[in-house]
Structure formats: structure tokens, C-alpha cells
């Protein structure tokens, strides 16, 4: 199990250094665009480019990069946010689409469950026809469809919620001011989310019916609600959950199109904003996150499978 | 012993046999035709209902693509300056309510304003007054109008040279119809009240105020009683004029003043033009717009057939050209195994790893200007789009390599591409085209989200997508949802009838499911 572990997590390392170089290389290669003239910032800017040699050869500058890198500096915002260190601006960014998507998996997780386990238990009959038809309809229209959707009828149409993300300023992130600002956005996120984990739910669970060892519990005179909660629920979990782990690891790299849709300053619009301006120190820091994301989700749903069931032997051919 | 029996066969005489006439075999027929696995997978998929009114939409969708840029008299490059945010209109079913209109508040003066425009011909902008009510605490009266889109913008002012405006001319005289009408006198103030100064052409209520539009002449139910107020000249040369002259303009009341069709300045003339006819003589067709016009005047209809062709082409040559790299990809890790795939699936499990925002962006940054935004974007989609059906291919190969038949075909001599191309691929051929089918929504789902951020600007190279066309309609989501709603509509049903097609598929080559569900 460790030498699994550790094998996962050095190939991981592995691949987010070639990930990175290549990204680097290439953004390299484009012409370097010309400093703002912002007042004083542009002297900051120019000295901070001497400072990672941007006028030395490109390996001298990777060494520089990567020596910044790891004390957590991603240089400064040139384009935009012209002065400010790329790592302080991207932190006050994250937490907006942190919270945007945590607060959609937490309606998105136990609506799931619920429809795919009632789904399943109702195999094949009206109801579960047509939980898997609004399933099929979810799954399929995209997001930004129902990001639409939402804001022309909720928004606009009836003027339930506000069409603006509460600030910070005014509001905590964890308050009912902030939920409600945010929830057109997390409608049309969770949209998606209760979609999939209905499928997967009512797939895993229906298959986990037909097994014998539940005919056995009901012989041994379990009610039907008692053996499908204690066995049936339990097997089908295995691999449910690492699915929803996975979610959450996801949700820190945030949904580019719901972000910019409702203008939420998260991550994604920073990225969108960073590439139409032009600004590859924003984009070099958002290109390292998502990629990170990306391996991190994949490492620790394959890991949990592990911890889950210990039936399961990592690493065995 | 073989000596012995051809003794014996020596002198068989030619009698004893007969040569066949025909070619006819005597052995019973089949009953049935014989069913290959592709047939077997057809009759299974015609079964299936929802997916092949899918495949009937995805048929009509691609079909439309086709066409309509080919039949539409407009193209993604015509735009108008005038017949902008134009509501759906479709003559034969208008009395669906598809008939371009909408309904509109308007104070006295918007309901004056709105009432004049086309009053000379009595072709009215508003073609309905809907409710009339009174605000009890000022007295102001509000109308709920039924208004016409198109004929809303009415009249507009047109600079034209010289050789244009005779041009014109003759073309009023031809066809008798009158284009150029007379210009207004000028007014002390702009009104704010409305948008297109060149429909004041009645008299004014109160000049001196900026917001008053009104008519200076109400009938007892409130109605506007319009009277000409426009702009006279004794000088009947002023501006050459030989068509058709509109009533009143014998040389004005007192017979010395004439109207002015055209102000004359450095370029040309500036007319005051009824667009609908100029519109006409400019393009030689009436706007009608099936779908409406968006905020640069660009016919929808025809625009949705550009963006789907962009799409659909955009698409089917990326999951093509995927399939044959998956293929070749994974035939290749499955079938030589060893280090050959640990190599090799350390290399796609890299590819795959970079987040595929951050491949469009860098290919669109390197290569647009090379070779154009779309290519970029294909290259893009290549990049990393044949990892999944390489995997899919890799584990079939897995399944299949150490089977007998394989083993038997090894030992009569089968080249290694023959054991690939004859023996194992055509087993997962059905996942295979089942997975690159599926590529197609995927695509076309992620090229419009590209669009529709910015990440990638079409609209320079003259083309439209879906992404492009939803964009263009955020902006007047709550004002004017029909821009947004039909390319938003187009793609929902393009991703519910892939994802029907494509599981229908999916069940259709799978033989475990064979006589299931029956």
C-alpha cells in the first residue's frame, strides 16, 4: 500500500514537472508583451523581469523560475492588476470559487443520493423511466444552458435573486447573504453535478440488488428497508465515494463559463480575463493550479478506493 | 495399394458421368438472410426508439447546416445598421404570433412617435393598441402597444453621392415606388424621448421641451392627428428631385415653397429615406428575418446554419482523425505490451493530464495567426481528444491477443498488421465507433464554450459559432431572450440527441445485451 502510494505520488510529481515545462517553454516563446505605463508600477515590473532574467538565456530564467516558484512567487500582474503580486491576487480569488462550488456539491451531493438510490429501488418502473429521462436531460443540455435558464427566469422574469455576487466587504462567506447571491450560479452548477451522482447512485445500486447476498438477508428476515440501508448501501458506496471525493477536490479549480456568467471573481474569470489580456503571469499561475487539481482529484480517487474497501489491494496487477 | 485402385478405375467409360450444366447448387437455401454483427447491431438499434428519432434530429440538424448557408439569401457578413434586435417574423404563420412583433409601454409621445411611422402609407408601427391607462395621481396616460419591429425603424437619413441619388431616382420612377421622402424642418432640440430623429416629421407639441415627442394634434380619444412639418424651400432646384412628389408639394400652400428632399454637403446628399423600400432597393429583398436579427443586424437564421456547419465540420473531422490515432495508438500499446506500453502510457497519461483549457489557450496563442483560429482549435482537440478511444482500443487488445483464434492465425503465418487489422480490431470496432461518435457532442460543447469566453475570436475571420452567437445574446438576455435562445436551444438539442444516439449505439453493439429488454 505505501510503495503504491508513493509510486502514485512521485509519477504525480513527475508529470506536473513535464506538465509545467512544456507550458513554460512554450509561453517562453511568445513575444514578451510590452510593460503599461502605470505610474511607478512599471519600474517595479521591469525590475522584478531583471530579477527572474528575463533577458538571460531561457534555462537560467527556468532555474529563476522555478527558485521563485517554490517560495511561492509567480512574479507580478502586468497586464492586469499591474503591480500586485500574482499569488496575493489569485488568493483573494480563490475563495469565491471555493465557496461557489462547495456550496453546489452540498445541495448537489445528498439530491443525488437520494433520487439514484429511489431510482434504483424502483427499477424499471415509471419512476425510475423517468428519473433516468431528466437524468438523460441534465446530463445532456449544457451548463451555460441552464445558466441561462436561470438567470432569464429567476433573475430576471420573477426577480427572486440578485444578479450579482454579495462582496465581501458587506458579508461573510458563509452567511445567508452570500448564499442567496450566489445561488442562480449554484443552481446551474449543481444542475450538472445531481445528474451525474444520479446515474452513477442508481447504476451501482441496482446492480448491487441483484446480488444474493441480499435475497440471503431478506431470508433471514431483515426488512426490505433494513437490507438495502445495511448492505445493499454499503457495497454500492464503494465506488460512490471516491466519486464525490474527487468532486470536491475538483471544485477548487471552479467552473470557468458559471464564473464568468455571473460575474463571480473566482479563478475562472481570472484565467479568461489573464488570457484575453494578455497576461502570462496570471496565466502561468492558473495553468500550474488547474493542472495540480487535475492530479490531485485523479491520486485521491484512485487512493480512496483503498481506505474505503479494504477489500480492494492497491497496486495489485 | 494406390497402384491397385487406380487399376481398378482404369476403364471407367466418359458415360458413367455427366457434366454439370449449371451452376446451380441443389442444397437447400437458407431460410434466413445471414446477419453479420454490424446488421445484428442496426436491427438492434432500430428497436430502439429514442434513439432513432435522434439520429432523425441529428440527420435534420446536419442537414440544416448544409443548406441553409447555401440557400439563405444572407451570411455571416451581413449586418445592418438598422434592422438590429429585429423579432421573429414568418409570414405564413403569423397568426402564431411569429409575426415580429411585441409588446410595448409607451408614454403619449412614444404612442405618437410609434403611431407616425409609416402613417403616410398606412402601414402603422403599431399595429395594435393593446389597453390605454391612466396614472391616477399625475394624470399621464400610458399606452400598451402591439408594435412591429421592422416597421419600427421607419424613416432614417442616408448620405448618398451624386451618381447614387440619380441612381435612386430612376430606380422610383421605374417601379413607382417613392424611397426618398422629404426632410423634416430641423427642430431647436433634440428629443431624447426617441431614438431616430428622421421619423419626427409631424408637428411637435412643445418644441422648447427636451422629452415631449407628442403630436401638437390629439382627436377626442386621444389619437394623433399628424400634420406634415416639413422642411420648405422657394427654391425648387435646391436639391435635383424628379419622382414622384408625396401630396401637398405643388410648390407648397402659398405656391412658392417647395419641400426638400436632399440637404446638400461636401459629400453628396443627405436624404431622409423610408428604410424598408431603400432596404429593398439596396439588397432586393424585404426583410424577413424567420429568427430575427441580432445587435449587428445579422440575420439568426442564417448565422445558427453557419455556426452548426463550423461546428458539425469543426467535429467530425476531429473525431475522424482521433479515431485513427486512437486506434493506431492503442493497437499498438495493446498489442506489442511491455515496455512499448508502459512508454507509451506514461506519454498519454501526461497528455491527458494537462488541463485541455490551458492546450486550446496556447495553441490559439501560438498558431492563430499562422493558420487561423480554427485550425488552432483543431489542433487543440487532436492533441489530447484520441487518449480515450487509445485506451478503449488497449484494453480490447488486452482482452482478445491471448485468445486461441489468435494463437491459431499466429501459427499459420499471420503478419503482425494482419493479426491487428483482421483479427482483434474488428471485435471493439463496435466501442470504438461508439466512443468517436460520442467525440462529436464533446466537441462542439467545448468549441462553444471557447467562443462563448473569448478564448477563442472567430468573428475576425468573418466566421460565427454557436459560442459566438451566445455571447452576442448575453447582453440582451432580459430584453431580447430570442438572440440568446435559439443558438442555446440548437445546442441543447444537438447534446440530447447525440448522448440519446450515442448510448443507443453503445447498447446496439453490445451482444451481452442481446435479447435483453424484450
Keep these: 500500500m505505501g510503495k503504491y502510494v508513493l509510486k502514485r505520488l512521485i509519477l504525480m510529481i513527475f508529470t506536473f514537472l513535464i506538465i509545467t515545462t512544456i507550458c513554460f517553454v512554450l509561453i517562453k516563446l511568445l513575444p514578451l508583451p510590452a510593460v503599461k505605463q502605470m505610474g511607478r508600477d512599471v519600474n517595479l515590473i521591469l525590475a522584478r523581469r531583471e530579477a527572474l532574467g528575463y533577458n538571460k538565456p531561457i534555462m537560467v530564467q527556468y532555474k529563476l523560475y522555478w527558485e521563485h516558484l517554490l517560495q511561492g512567487d509567480m512574479g507580478l500582474g502586468e497586464q492586469m492588476y499591474a503591480g500586485k503580486e500574482v499569488m496575493d491576487v489569485f488568493f483573494t480569488k480563490l475563495p469565491y470559487s471555493v465557496i461557489v462550488n462547495l456550496y453546489s456539491i452540498l445541495v448537489a451531493i445528498p439530491l443525488g443520493l437520494i433520487f439514484g438510490i429511489y431510482a434504483a429501488l424502483r427499477k424499471n418502473q415509471w419512476q425510475d423511466h423517468f428519473v433516468s429521462t431528466m437524468v438523460m436531460l441534465f446530463i445532456s443540455v449544457p451548463s451555460y444552458v441552464w445558466a441561462f435558464l436561470v438567470q432569464y427566469f429567476l433573475c430576471f422574469k420573477t426577480g427572486w435573486f440578485s444578479l450579482t455576487v454579495a462582496s465581501r466587504e458587506t458579508t461573510e462567506f458563509f452567511s445567508w447573504t452570500m448564499f442567496t447571491s450566489m445561488l442562480p450560479a449554484v443552481i446551474s452548477l449543481a444542475v450538472y453535478t445531481v445528474a451525474g451522482l444520479t446515474r452513477f447512485t442508481r447504476a451501482e445500486l441496482a446492480e448491487v440488488l441483484t446480488g444474493d447476498y441480499l435475497l440471503l438477508a431478506r431470508t433471514k428476515g431483515l426488512t426490505k428497508t433494513q437490507a438495502v440501508v445495511r448492505h445493499a448501501l454499503r457495497n454500492a458506496m464503494v465506488p460512490i465515494l471516491p466519486m464525490i471525493l474527487s468532486e470536491f477536490i475538483g471544485i477548487l479549480g471552479g467552473s470557468l463559463i458559471i464564473e464568468s456568467i455571473f460575474g463571480i471573481p473566482g479563478v475562472g474569470s481570472l484565467f479568461v480575463q489573464s488570457v484575453n489580456l494578455r497576461d502570462y503571469n496570471f496565466f502561468m499561475a492558473d495553468t500550474v493550479f488547474y493542472t495540480l487539481i487535475g492530479l490531485l482529484s485523479g491520486l485521491v480517487t484512485d487512493l480512496s478506493y483503498g481506505f474505503i474497501d479494504p477489500r480492494i489491494k492497491m497496486g495489485a496487477r | ?518
Design chain 2, 1 to 518: 495399394m494406390n497402384e491397385k485402385i487406380n487399376e481398378q478405375y482404369k476403364d471407367l467409360s466418359q458415360d458413367l458421368f455427366t457434366r454439370r450444366k449449371t451452376a446451380k447448387l441443389s442444397d437447400m437455401k437458407l431460410a434466413t438472410k445471414p446477419i453479420g454483427s454490424f446488421k445484428d447491431a442496426m436491427i438492434r438499434f432500430r428497436k430502439n426508439k429514442s434513439s432513432v428519432a435522434a439520429a432523425i434530429i441529428i440527420l435534420i440538424l446536419l442537414l440544416y447546416a448544409l443548406f441553409i448557408p447555401l440557400l439563405s439569401p444572407y451570411d455571416v457578413s451581413f449586418r445592418d445598421g438598422y434592422y438590429k434586435m429585429l423579432l421573429p417574423k414568418c409570414e405564413a404563420l403569423s397568426f402564431l404570433g411569429w409575426d415580429g412583433c411585441k409588446v410595448q409601454n409607451e408614454t403619449q409621445a412614444g404612442y405618437d412617435y410609434l403611431s407616425s411611422i409609416g402613417y403616410e402609407e398606412n402601414n402603422s408601427a403599431v399595429k395594435e393598441v393593446r389597453e390605454v391607462y391612466t396614472d391616477p395621481n399625475k394624470g399621464t396616460i400610458y399606452y400598451k402597444l402591439y408594435v412591429d419591429s421592422y416597421e419600427k425603424v421607419g424613416f432614417t437619413y442616408v448620405d448618398l453621392t451624386e451618381t447614387e441619388y440619380l441612381a435612386l431616382q430612376d430606380y422610383q420612377n421605374q417601379n413607382n415606388i417613392q424611397i426618398i421622402y422629404p426632410l423634416p424642418a430641423v427642430y431647436k432640440n433634440d428629443y431624447v424621448a426617441v431614438s431616430n430623429a428622421a421619423n419626427l416629421w409631424y408637428e411637435l407639441a412643445d418644441e422648447t421641451k427636451n422629452t415631449q415627442g407628442a403630436s401638437k394634434w390629439h382627436d377626442e380619444e386621444g389619437n394623433p392627428i399628424f400634420v406634415a412639418n416639413y422642411h420648405t424651400s422657394s427654391n425648387e432646384h435646391r436639391a435635383k428631385y424628379d419622382s414622384l412628389r408625396i401630396e401637398g408639394d405643388d410648390g407648397g400652400a402659398d405656391g412658392e415653397t417647395w419641400y426638400t428632399y436632399a440637404a446638400k454637403n461636401q459629400s453628396g446628399y443627405r436624404c431622409r429615406v423610408l428604410y424598408r423600400e431603400y432596404y429593398h432597393y439596396k439588397n432586393g429583398f424585404y426583410p424577413n428575418h424567420l429568427l430575427g436579427t441580432n445587435q449587428h443586424g445579422q440575420d439568426i437564421f442564417a448565422c445558427l446554419g453557419y455556426a452548426a456547419r463550423l461546428s458539425f465540420l469543426l467535429a467530425i473531422s476531429v473525431s475522424v482523425i482521433n479515431f485513427f490515432i486512437g486506434i493506431i495508438y492503442g493497437s499498438i500499446e495493446g498489442y506489442y505490451g511491455g515496455a512499448v506500453d508502459l512508454i507509451l502510457e506514461r506519454i498519454s497519461d501526461i497528455l491527458a493530464s494537462i488541463p485541455f483549457i490551458v492546450v486550446a489557450t496556447l495553441f490559439q496563442m501560438h498558431l492563430a495567426k499562422d493558420v487561423g483560429p480554427l485550425v488552432s482549435l483543431l489542433f487543440a482537440f487532436v492533441l489530447t481528444g484520441w487518449i480515450g478511444i487509445a485506451h478503449r482500443v488497449r484494453t480490447q487488445f488486452y482482452r482478445f491477443k491471448n485468445q486461441e483464434y489468435i494463437l491459431a492465425a499466429r501459427t499459420l503465418g499471420a503478419s503482425d498488421k494482419r493479426l491487428i487489422f483482421r483479427h482483434i480490431l474488428p471485435n471493439s470496432l463496435g466501442t470504438i465507433i461508439t466512443s468517436t461518435v460520442l467525440i462529436i457532442p464533446g466537441v462542439i460543447f467545448s468549441e462553444s464554450m471557447l467562443s462563448y469566453l473569448g478564448i477563442i475570436s472567430l468573428e475576425t475571420s468573418g466566421l460565427t459559432s454557436i459560442g459566438t452567437m451566445l455571447a452576442n445574446g448575453q447582453a440582451y438576455l432580459s430584453t431580447f431572450p430570442h438572440i440568446i435562445a435559439v443558438p442555446a436551444v440548437f445546442i441543447s438539442l444537438l447534446e440530447i440527441s447525440f448522448n440519446l444516439f450515442g448510448n443507443g449505439l453503445r447498447d446496439a453493439f453490445n451482444p451481452s445485451l442481446r435479447g435483453a429488454d424484450e
